[in-house]
T-cell receptor, first 116, second 113 residues
């Protein structure tokens, strides 16, 4: 199984709503990522989890709250978002090798989020 | 911060023509990866280059990593309509935390049959 599964595929939420995005992988990867991608732009790194611990937070606003309940799951909790937060949210995972060398990242299909 | 510049932003070719996209980094990279994203899809890993001057081939795709490990290119020979999509390079700056890839802006390739 070389898949990263994200749910939901589409989400429309109001600015006062609380919602969560979910990501799951069963490849035994110990590094998991959240990216944000606007149309015709590259993915922007938001968070990196390494062995279920948050290792990188790219100065993301606190209305985005990541969580890694176990080695297979990654959540992104959303609260009080703004319309400019509308984007494709991509989850990815990779093996983590000693020495810090990146390995191939497997991306999920993404959640297309619209904030109204 | 680290910049990875990618050109061109758009490329329109006739089927059968060749295509090249280039990435340049302001700093030395530990490695560089290439991804392809089809319209409406998600990035899919193509290759990783690690060594200075490295060249790798995958069928019609040729990937190069510069001697100074600051630039890279992807060349597609005889494009096909299935090559349509956005091609991203993603580099890891030497000494940067694991996982902190910086993506180039991407090149959107259109292939006319």
């Amino acid at each position: 199984d070389t898949e990263v599964t994200q749910t939901p595929k589409h989400l429309v939420m109001g600015m006062t709503n609380k919602k969560s995005l979910k990501c799951e992988q069963h490849m035994g990867h110990r590094a998991m990522y959240w990216y944000k991608q606007k149309a015709k732009k590259p993915p922007e790194l938001m968070f990196v989890y390494s062995y279920e611990k948050l290792s990188i937070n790219e100065s993301v606003p606190s209305r985005f709250s990541p969580e890694c309940p176990n080695s297979s799951l990654l959540n992104l909790h959303l609260h009080a978002l703004q319309p400019e937060d509308s984007a494709l949210y991509l989850c990815a995972s990779s093996q983590e090798k000693r020495g810090g060398m990146n390995t191939e990242a497997f991306f999920g299909q993404g959640t297309r989020l619209t904030v109204v | 911060g680290q910049q990875v510049m990618q050109i061109p932003q758009y490329q329109h070719v006739q089927e059968g023509e060749d295509f090249t996209t280039y990435c340049n980094s302001s700093t030395t990279l530990s490695n560089i990866q290439w991804y392809k994203q089809r319209p409406g899809g998600h990035p899919v890993f193509l290759i990783q280059l690690v060594k200075s001057g490295e060249v790798k081939k995958q069928k019609r795709l040729t990937f190069q990593f510069g001697e100074a490990k600051k630039n890279s290119s992807l060349h597609i020979t005889a494009t096909q309509t299935t090559d349509v999509g956005t091609y991203f390079c993603a580099g890891l700056r030497r000494g940067t935390s694991y996982g902190k890839l910086t993506f180039g802006q991407g090149t959107i390739l259109t292939v006319h049959p």
